[in-house]
Nanobody, 119 residues
């Protein structure tokens, strides 16, 4: 199983970006899908998550600006980021919890994609 993240880049404050993450490999079921981020010198924090049922949750710092969505047919999760701020600069990671064919429940991380917001 692999997760391939894309969509990062350099933008100005106030701009928008859309991150995407696609899972390859075989799952019996994909459960929670998340986006986390890690700024230089800081710990990796949860940004947004979405359950199988579509329930979402966001970090307070991104509420009203970021929107997480999933496409179970494509086995992908996206993060629409609007009104970007300087403090959103970080490496963004997708994380997927899935049930494999051997019935193991595991979490998988994508490789990270850099988002840099400039003034």
């Amino acid at each position: 199983v692999q997760l391939q993240a894309s969509g990062g880049g350099l933008v100005q404050a106030g701009d928008s970006l859309r991150l995407s993450c696609a899972a390859s490999g075989t799952f019996l079921r994909i459960d929670d899908m998340k986006w986390c981020r890690q700024a230089p010198g800081k710990q990796r924090d949860l940004v947004a998550q979405i359950t199988r049922g579509g329930s979402t949750d966001y970090a307070d710092s991104v509420k009203g600006r970021f929107t997480i969505s999933r496409d179970d047919y494509k086995r992908s999760v996206s993060l629409q980021m609007d009104s970007l701020k300087l403090e959103d600069t970080a490496v963004y990671y997708c994380r997927v919890s899935g049930l494999l064919l051997d019935w193991r429940q595991l979490d998988f991380w994508g490789q990270g994609t850099q988002v840099t917001v400039s003034s």
